[in-house]
């Protein structure tokens, strides 16, 4: 499995702390909003030619680790 650390950094001084590709300015946000648009990983391979594979991945890995301790309260009955 892919350890999406290696490839998902925050730094205040790149995108205003924004997750990003790492040793890129290519926004985690970016990849997960084309993915759910219907793009596929060919798609942004071709479109982001420094994009690898393990990066959409980690993308993803990033946005489950995210919510996955995330409380949601609901007013629901």
Request: charged share 25%; with cysteine.
């Amino acid at each position: 499995m892919v350890d999406w650390t290696l490839h998902i950094e925050s730094d205040p001084g790149k995108l205003f702390g924004k997750p990003v590709i790492a040793h890129t300015r290519i926004p985690v946000d970016l990849i997960l909003e084309k993915l759910a648009a219907g793009d596929s990983v060919v798609d942004l391979l071709n479109a982001y030619p420094n994009l690898k594979e393990e990066d959409i991945v980690a993308c993803l890995l990033f946005a489950a680790d995210s919510v996955k301790n995330e409380l949601l309260l609901s007013n629901a009955s």
